[in-house]
């Protein structure tokens, strides 16, 4: 067998507005690093899977940044449209399987944060063992917060584990919780985050489609057999018509009973909104966290971002400030989950629809 | 007699930063017109007084802006330094006497808005009639809400009066008071606020000056004695060192006993602040002002402006937002009288400096 890793680069990264656009969202801009977040991801499996081995799964509409991101010789596939996560690993399974006998896939979504390479590669090592016995395996985070935005993985019998990682049985997959849950989830000590980072056999992630979504799998095999004809690209926009807009683990996971959970020890963010700031920059004695020029007076608990110029702040507490080439946003800290709802605000304004 | 405008052009215009920096302050940037307040304010004179009787005072320092904006042929003097309105009265006064043999001069700061020009220039006319007398006449704006930001007259007998304009002796000056006060002010009805636009024979002023500020009047008759000489200039230098940083209500008009103060029914704003902008610009449904495009979202009572591009506000309220240049202002409405320690503090900041 060999490993390949298929890095999903389909956000939309509406949360980082105005920084992210739609043009260039998250995944492809630097949130807390010299490169983008996709150039981080890729840099960091290259020790498991060279640049061959990797490839690249995203909406047409980011072709042109990929390629300056990733430069020429990268394998990138492209969807006809943003369509979750389901779609893009059975695309991914589809080109893999015909050009390798035996493969194994690790999925990466490319809008994460993970600093801690070795932690990280060891859990992928280990989650690339167990996966030769044919297990469905997700990685799981173990959490130094009751969050609420993630959903979590409730563990069951410890089946592998060696220094600092560990792999389980799936017990449950549990969706983000009220805050109440996520504090009994943290105090139980056997839930992790769900990272949304995977790893299998392609034949069984393909068998898992044909088990719970046989449909799009017939579609898939139909796809797959026009690969490398002058058929191929109406068979793909065929193929995305039909699928389901859902995401791997509703589509599959949460059903499937071969599904073990790796828990490693690497530190993890799947940098969800601004507030991600407060954890990678010192904050000022007041909390003020800031990146770019920020000159505060008696203001307190904010989140600046600033890519030029100053930010200046009298006498305000607890708002993200970003100022990003055109656009300025002031939110509340509180309000930040809700950053979906302005930019519908932003897109149904004359004049807003621009600034996206 | 003839009537000459003296334009005063010393503000350094803070409280607007960051659309006012120090090379621009608020009196040369078009705040709620077209034309910046000062090109207004030199609009507004000139049916009682054409532009070769009309003189800018200014520091030195705002050579360059002055002649962009008013043209090659604009009558302008300079002040080495800015040292509050005394000085400026006084050095006017000493050019004027000068050139005329009896001048009558209108003071004006620059950085006001006054949009009913017919109902000002009646108020002039009248305040011109009495200043023949040797009154130092003072305008006097009848208040519609309780300001606790400006100083307030409190008028004595009634001297003259016709349509919409009535003149007083001044039975004392206030400083700017309590908000009880104030209330208290309103209510009584024989308060008015101190525009700082006053109006005067050149001699009574002068008169006056030698009579309160004996060694500052040595010094003006001193430089005047130099005007159009190889001197000047050095004599100039030596006048404003000495000259006393004041306003000429606490110099002279505090003091003198031949005060009147004709009251218009005019519009008057000195746009002291960012708050101005309440009273000039139509609020959205939820209480926000804006000028340049702004999308909120459950956001209410916000004062925005921005130069270009998008400002957009979630789930914040009373905040002042301004965007101008390379640099973003987020405030407090309830602090936003505390600019001038904000811009201390980004003077104080290495990097800060260059945005002033």
């Given at each position: 067998m060999s490993l390949h890793a298929v890095i999903l680069c389909g956000g939309r990264g509406e949360r980082f507005w105005p920084k992210s656009r739609r043009v260039q969202p998250k995944q492809f801009i630097a949130l807390f690093s010299r490169g983008s977040l996709t150039q981080e991801t890729s840099a960091r499996i290259r020790p498991l899977c060279p640049p061959e081995r990797q490839l690249f799964v995203a909406p047409v509409e980011f072709k042109a940044v990929l390629r300056r991101q990733l430069g020429p010789d990268a394998r990138l596939a492209f969807e006809p449209t943003g369509r979750n996560t389901a779609p893009a690993i059975g695309l991914a399974a589809a080109y893999l399987k015909r050009e390798d006998p035996d493969p194994t896939m690790v999925v990466l979504p490319a809008d994460h944060l993970i600093e801690d390479r070795p932690g990280f590669l060891s859990a992928v090592r280990m989650g690339a063992q167990l996966a030769r016995q044919g297990l469905l395996i997700t990685f799981g985070i173990r959490p130094d917060r009751p969050d609420t935005g993630y959903g979590y993985i409730q563990l069951g019998r410890r089946i592998a584990g060696k220094a600092h990682v560990t792999?389980?049985?799936?017990?449950?997959?549990?969706?983000?919780?009220?805050?109440?849950?996520?504090?009994?989830?943290?105090?139980?000590?056997?839930?992790?985050?769900?990272?949304?980072?995977?790893?299998?056999?392609?034949?069984?992630?393909?068998?898992?489609?044909?088990?719970?979504?046989?449909?799009?799998?017939?579609?898939?095999?139909?796809?797959?057999?026009?690969?490398?004809?002058?058929?191929?690209?109406?068979?793909?926009?065929?193929?995305?018509?039909?699928?389901?807009?859902?995401?791997?683990?509703?589509?599959?996971?949460?059903?499937?009973?071969?599904?073990?959970?790796?828990?490693?020890?690497?530190?993890?963010?799947?940098?969800?909104?601004?507030?991600?700031?407060?954890?990678?920059?010192?904050?000022?004695?007041?909390?003020?966290?800031?990146?770019?020029?920020?000159?505060?007076?008696?203001?307190?608990?904010?989140?600046?971002d600033s890519d030029s110029g100053i930010v200046a702040a009298l006498g305000v507490k607890d708002l993200v400030i970003v100022r990003s080439g055109d656009a300025v946003l002031v939110a509340d800290r509180k309000q930040i989950g809700r950053m979906k709802q302005l930019l519908a605000d932003i897109a149904g304004h004359p004049a807003g629809q621009q600034h996206l």
């Open positions: 792999a389980y049985r799936v017990a449950a997959f549990k969706e983000k919780p009220s805050p109440a849950r996520a504090r009994a989830y943290l105090a139980a000590g056997n839930y992790v985050w769900n990272s949304g980072m995977f790893i299998w056999r392609v034949d069984a992630i393909l068998a898992a489609f044909q088990r719970f979504t046989p449909e799009f799998h017939t579609q898939l095999e139909e796809f797959a057999a026009t690969v490398g004809t002058r058929r191929e690209k109406q068979a793909l926009a065929r193929l995305y018509r039909g699928a389901p807009a859902t995401s791997i683990d509703y589509a599959v996971m949460e059903k499937a009973d071969n599904v073990a959970c790796v828990r490693g020890t690497f530190d993890w963010d799947d940098v969800g909104s601004w507030l991600a700031l407060v954890r990678h920059v010192e904050p000022d004695p007041a909390g003020n966290v800031a990146r770019g020029l920020l000159v505060s007076k008696d203001s307190s608990n904010c989140v600046v």
